[in-house]
């Protein structure tokens, strides 16, 4: 009995008789969690650490609140005041979980262990690594910023990921300020440290060129008046619209808005070279150009860290980008792995891939062929677990499985409502052109963390049914539902307090209502009241004394 350990087992350890008596329980499964940001949070503060034996291995010993970021680079909120320490937070689950600051550089699935190596100590061989054995291993990395090998971008750029990356983006707009004061330079000079150029209009690009433009208009224009007038905020983008992932309307109030506020929006420009002076840009039409510039935001996309890379060749994934899980969040073929947030990518399953399987479990009497009926009834199950096909009928505006059946039957045969294997076949032919990628956001990665939480939580009796719900793959019917996504909404903040929100059904709204909402929004997500009451008290004194720009 001694063996075991964890307050599970607790009452087999008081007593050999009663330890002979009861059975003896098998010691808590170990549930590695990797990354301490927006998945691997909200996956622990909702997992029930009683039934685990949990370890946390993050290089960072905190949450940060990523949307407010581009807040912190403007000095609008500090930093402490969006992040909270891990500590903290596994603190208010009773204290059970370990945390070990450090990095993980390798996964063994085969012996189920992963490699460390910590960032603040070192060991007797003086590497500082380690090793942890897991039963269950949540990946939730996240990402890294892409510079798609761009030359001169990680020696030149600054990146927007990181509250360390926040902090010296500030600093460094305050030392192009000073810099661009000083009495030995001409012009020409000062005009090239005060030009700040975004590259990316994704909604990362966009907000920060936003709220450094508020910044310099509202705040250092007052204490440089004699240099503000040669500021320039340039943002490129190489596609043709910035905030594509959002409705038009709001890409176009946003282009419009720089415009009138005289940020330069360069869109079609692809940024080829970054040198310590200038930047290097392309367009068909004009050829390379190069422009000076005194500091560069770099905010173009993310890409996967070098470790999960190697672990993707390990498990024969090398050909993908991203990581791939099943609907569960369970990396395909690898045990026991999870993968959560920006690591990792949902690989839906596609109906042309179990085409016949559904058709053998609608058709209930074997005649051969469908009704409407047998369609309707396993209906929901094809929705739970190809939510493509809903979306596809919806596109279609059609109303139920009798348009579906008509489309495929064609004019001639109307009066049978019956489809044949291949009439089936041919109605859903299309549907899978409907799947969705999710997009890289803290909503999608807390989703899958609250998800996977409460997977991990009914696990004991799930064991023997892994797969969730749906009868129409494997034997039994399946446990949990595949984790499907809710989609609430996105704020685009545009400066001078006006915001613009998509918001679920395709509502659009724009303006300084809007910011409101967005206060209102943020403040509620906060992570802890103590946050909440940092960031709000950090807005209040913005709006009563400005930003702060002493450094
Ligand atoms: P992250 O939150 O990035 O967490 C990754 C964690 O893994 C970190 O703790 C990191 O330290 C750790 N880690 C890294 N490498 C290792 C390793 N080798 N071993 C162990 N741990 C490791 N999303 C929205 O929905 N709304 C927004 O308004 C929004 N604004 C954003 C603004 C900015 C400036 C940025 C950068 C992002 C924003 N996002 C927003 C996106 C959002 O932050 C990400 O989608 C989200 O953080 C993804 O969560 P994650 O858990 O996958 O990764
Ligand atoms: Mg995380
Ligand atoms: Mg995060
Ligand atoms: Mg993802
Ligand atoms: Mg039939």
Redesign the pocket.
């Known amino acids: 009995a001694a063996a075991s350990s964890g307050g599970l087992v607790a009452y087999a350890d008081s007593g050999s008789d009663a330890a002979v008596e009861k059975p003896q329980l098998p010691p808590r499964k170990k549930v590695v969690v990797?990354?301490?940001?927006?998945?691997?949070?909200?996956f622990l503060r909702n997992l029930d650490s009683r039934f685990y034996d949990v370890q946390v291995?993050?290089?960072?010993n905190y949450?940060?609140f990523?949307?407010l970021?581009?807040s912190v680079t403007s000095g609008t909120v500090e930093p402490r005041s969006i992040v909270e320490p891990i500590r903290r937070i596994l603190e208010k689950k009773g204290g059970e979980i370990k945390f070990w600051e450090?990095?993980?550089?390798k996964v063994d699935p085969q012996s189920k262990k992963i490699h460390?190596r910590s960032n603040v100590g070192t060991n007797l061989e003086g590497n500082g690594e380690f090793s942890v054995d897991y039963d269950y291993l949540v990946i939730?990395?996240?990402?890294r910023t892409n510079t798609f090998n761009t030359p001169g971008v990680v020696e030149n750029c600054h990146f927007?990921?990181?509250v360390e990356d926040?902090q010296k983006i500030r600093r460094s707009v305050m030392d192009c300020f000073e810099r661009a004061s000083l009495p030995f330079l001409n012009e020409e000079e000062r005009k090239k440290n005060l030009h700040f150029v975004v590259v990316g209009g994704g909604?990362?690009g966009v907000?920060?060129a936003a709220s450094l433009h508020d910044f310099v208009t509202k705040d250092l224009s007052k204490l440089y008046p004699s240099i503000q007038h040669l500021v320039k905020i340039s943002l490129i983008e190489a596609a043709d619209h910035i905030l594509t992932m959002f409705d038009n309307r709001i890409t176009n109030f946003a282009e419009d808005k720089f415009g009138r506020d005289g940020i330069d929006v360069k869109t079609g420009y692809k940024v080829v070279k970054v040198s310590k002076d200038a930047i290097t840009m392309q367009n068909p039409a004009t050829g390379d150009i190069s422009v000076p510039y005194g500091m560069a935001v770099w905010?173009t996309g993310i890409g996967t860290?070098p470790?999960v890379v190697e672990f993707m060749k390990q498990i024969g994934q090398a050909n993908r980008r991203v990581l791939a899980t099943d609907e569960w969040l369970r990396v395909r073929e690898c045990d026991g792995v999870y993968a959560?947030?920006?690591?990792?990518t949902i690989n839906q399953r596609k109906v042309m891939e179990d085409i016949s399987e559904i058709f053998r479990v609608a058709d209930k009497d074997k005649s051969g062929t469908l009704t409407v009926k047998e369609i309707q009834d396993i209906l929901h199950d094809i929705y739970v677990r190809y939510p493509q096909v809903q979306l596809y009928l919806k596109s279609k505006q059609m109303n139920g499985i009798a348009d579906l059946v008509r489309s495929a039957k064609g004019d001639a045969e109307k009066e049978s409502m019956e489809l044949n294997i291949e009439e089936f076949k041919k109605a859903l032919a299309l549907v899978d052109s409907q799947v969705k990628f999710l997009?890289?956001?803290?909503?999608?990665?807390?989703q899958q963390?609250q998800y996977l939480a409460r997977c991990f939580n009914k696990m004991k009796d799930a064991e023997e049914n892994p797969e969730g719900p749906i009868r129409i793959r494997g034997e039994g019917r399946h446990r949990f539902r595949p984790f499907r996504y809710r989609h609430l909404g996105?704020?685009a903040p545009l400066g001078g307090e006006q915001t613009a929100a998509q918001l679920p059904g395709d509502w659009i709204s724009i303006g300084h209502s809007t910011q409101w909402l967005w206060y209102s929004v943020y403040a509620t997500k906060q992570i802890s009241w103590r946050t909440r009451m940092l960031v709000v008290s950090d807005w209040t004194r913005r709006f009563i004394f400005g930003r702060d720009s002493s450094c």
């Not at 959560?340 to 990792?344: K, S, V």
């Open positions: 990797l990354g301490t940001g927006w998945g691997g949070t909200t291995i993050s290089p960072r949450f940060a990523t949307p970021l581009p450090a990095e993980c550089f460390c939730a990395v996240g990402a927007l990921k990181e926040a909604p990362t907000e920060f905010s860290r470790f959560i947030g920006d690591c990792a997009p890289a956001t803290a909503q999608v990665a807390s963390g996105q704020f």
